[in-house]
T-cell receptor, first 106, second 114 residues
Framework: GEDVEQSLFLSVREGDSSVINCTYTDSSSTYLYWYKQEPGAGLQLLTYIFSNMDMKQDQRLTVLLNKKDKHLSLRIADTQTGDSAIYFCAENKLSFGAGTTVTVRA | NAGVTQTPKFQVLKTGQSMTLQCAQDMNHNSMYWYRQDPGMGLRLIYYSASEGTTDKGEVPNGYNVSRLNKREFSLRLESAAPSQTSVYFC?????????????FGAGSRLTVL
């Protein structure tokens, strides 16, 4: 929905870091989420962050939250071919961004 | 662990035909949702049911009806299909209690309206 905006495409070399950005409008969102969709499948939760946190790290994933600018980012370290997918940002009102298609090239 | 099951996976309809998409979850979740996914537009919420016995409109409810049959099942009906309803439909569920509202999605139903 228009409440959440993401860039549509990202191409990254295998082994590099990927950074996917998202902006949202609902300042009252208590949680913000990242979901991953592989081809032909439904979305699966990757991670989420509580709004009183600035950063959350989970293995290769790092989420950064800037509440002042309503900006959320997902960093994937050491990107692998299995990370090729569509990544969706979502906020608490169940609004999803359009999704960022990440393509990992050898 | 079936999670969220949607049927059918694929369907082709002619304009004006009706059909129902079925969804069932086995996680004892309170809340259930129907989304549609279109290229470049992400997921848009059609209807949701916060708890058994309640349903509410989402962002794009026109042309659809829903039924929360019981706690497990939430169906989506197209009474008179239109080509604009060609899309991939996802059902999802969540515990619906306080805290992070994590959605579990089905595999999707691809609908084509000719």
């Amino acid at each position: 929905g228009e409440d959440v905006e993401q860039s549509l495409f990202l191409s990254v070399r295998e082994g590099d870091s990927s950074v996917i950005n998202c902006t949202y409008t609902d300042s009252s969102s208590t949680y913000l989420y990242w979901y991953k969709q592989e081809p032909g499948a439904g979305l699966q939760l990757l991670t989420y962050i509580f709004s009183n946190m600035d950063m959350k790290q989970d293995q290769r994933l790092t989420v950064l939250l800037n509440k002042k600018d309503k900006h959320l980012s997902l960093r994937i370290a050491d990107t692998q071919t299995g990370d090729s997918a569509i990544y969706f940002c979502a906020e608490n009102k169940l609004s999803f961004g359009a999704g960022t298609t990440v393509t990992v090239r050898a | 662990n079936a999670g969220v099951t949607q049927t059918p996976k694929f369907q082709v309809l002619k304009t004006g035909q009706s059909m129902t998409l079925q969804c069932a979850q086995d996680m004892n979740h309170n809340s259930m949702y129907w989304y549609r996914q279109d290229p470049g537009m992400g997921l848009r919420l059609i209807y949701y049911s916060a708890s058994e016995g309640t349903t509410d409109k989402g962002e794009v409810p026109n042309g659809y009806n829903v039924s929360r049959l019981n706690k497990r099942e939430f169906s989506l009906r197209l009474e008179s299909a239109a080509p604009s309803q060609t899309s991939v439909y996802f059902c999802a569920s969540s515990a619906g209690d306080s805290g992070a509202n994590v959605l579990t999605f089905g595999a999707g139903s691809r609908l084509t309206v000719l």
